[in-house]
């Protein structure tokens, strides 16, 4: 397995597939459906059933249809196409075989080093088939490992058909990065009972729990007049900005919050005295204290109209996802099999409250409970990540172990 994943791994991240928060087409760029069509083919080859390319929301779905006499719950695997807004032009993974626990040079010309100062856990890799970038572009481990090891645990089950399993479903598809593309996932063409998404963190990671999460858009008026004429007159929306970002608390921020502490984040602002824009996000595992946060943030643009001749503050709040164990807690069934079946492989759980959001924190609100396993992947969205080729394999053979225990 271990050749084929690592083969598979890098066809994989050469491809720049990064997604574009700028762009309005779905997938956001064309480079996500020809990686998606070639998948497609992959898919087919290795034998996988009901593959197809759905136009309408760029997501290559297939089946591995059940060997079991008896039926049993349809299991989903996700992962996505797209990598973050980082350099992807020209991925050269390097590969570090039987890594000796040093610090490794990404790029000898460009004097890059990922060194083991910085990154300790580099120590847990040694002996492992170590996978870097060159030091100028990001890898895409994010989430082309979870791709390699789904793929893989499926091409396992094909060539071995004494291991047992029901009906599986995959999926993988684009935009996760700028949480779009789940949105438009369609739930009633994938029929599966519940699924997982592979997508990045250590070897052990498990995240049922993700952050409630809401965006404000911020538009602020000014008066823009000579500042030789302007007094009394001139109001200065940059000024207004500044106050409006101190009024907020300012210990709940993500740089002084960890665990299930929620913050406000000032995301963007940009402008001139004549007018603002600024976006800020809002987080919180709780649904109440997420409600709470965004009633906060709106009564105090409420109040600062309040002080104005007129309201100089536009808002515009919106809700981008949930926080999945609000769902998944009902039935925790589904986060039990993926545990034992972690335990069963040897690997220790390490489960966390996530302080971010995954493609499930979406596709869970949709009706399928989706919860997310590791894929091995480290450092990532930048220059320094990388990914093993055992840690990939653990993740593939949890999805086995996973489609084992259920078709018991
Ligand atoms: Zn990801």
């Known amino acids: 397995m271990d050749e084929q994943l690592l083969k598979r791994f ?40 009901e593959v197809e390319y759905n136009d309408a929301n760029g997501f290559v779905t297939a089946t591995l249809p059940s ?5 049993v719950p349809v299991i989903g695997f996700i992962a996505h196409i797209d990598t973050a807004d980082f350099n992807a032009e020209n991925i050269q993974p390097q ?50 490992a979870g791709m390699a090891s789904i793929v893989t645990a499926m091409e396992e089950f094909i060539q071995h058909p004494e291991l047992p399993h029901g009906k599986i479903r995959v999926a993988f598809g684009p935009d996760e990065e700028i949480g779009r593309g789940a949105l438009l996932f369609d739930v009633d063409q994938f029929q599966a009972d519940f699924a997982y998404t592979l997508d990045s963190g250590r ?30 007159s001139m109001v200065n929306a940059l000024l207004v900005a500044a106050q409006f970002a101190t009024a907020l608390p300012q210990k709940e921020v993500p740089e002084k919050t960890e665990g299930y502490e929620g913050f406000y984040m000032l995301s963007s602002q940009v402008g001139t005295i004549d007018e603002v824009k600024a976006t800020y996000i809002i987080r919180d595992h709780d649904k109440a204290g997420f409600e709470k946060r965004k009633q906060h943030f709106a009564a105090l643009v409420d109040q600062f ?63 399928l ?14 220059k320094y990540e990388f990914v093993s080729v055992e840690g990939m394999k653990q993740a593939a053979q949890v999805v086995i172990e996973i489609a084992r225990m259920n078709a018991e």
Request: hydrophobic residues 35%; without cysteine; charged residues 25%.
């Open 10 to 49: 890098v066809k994989y991240a050469k491809v720049n597939t990064r997604s574009d928060m700028n762009s309005q087409t779905v997938p956001t760029t064309y480079a996500q459906v020809e990686f998606a069509l070639k998948l497609a083919e992959e898919l087919k080859e290795i034998g996988l059933e």
């Open 67 to 71: 060997n079991l006499a008896h039926d």
């Open 95 to 144: 590969v570090h075989v039987n890594y000796d626990g040093n610090d490794i040079v990404l790029n000898k010309e460009l004097g890059i080093v990922m060194t083991t100062a910085e990154f300790p856990q580099l120590a847990h890799y040694i002996g492992e088939t170590v996978i870097t970038t060159d030091g100028t572009t990001l890898l895409g481990a994010d989430d082309k």
């Open 203 to 232: 070897v052990g990671k498990f995240e049922y729990e993700t952050f409630n999460a809401a965006q404000a858009e911020l538009t602020i008026k000014g008066t823009s007049v000579h500042p030789g004429t302007a007094k009394d």
């Open 305 to 367: 109209n309040q002080t104005f001749d007129q309201p100089r503050i536009a808002m515009k709040l919106y809700d981008q996802y949930y926080n999945m164990r609000d769902i998944i807690e009902k039935d925790l069934s589904i986060v039990e099999l993926a545990l034992n079946a972690y335990r069963a492989l040897g690997i220790e759980p390490d489960v966390k409250p996530f302080r971010g959001g995954t493609d499930g924190s979406i596709i869970t609100y949709k009706g």
């Open 369 to 382: 409970p989706t919860p997310n396993i590791f894929t091995g992947a480290e450092n990532l969205h930048g």
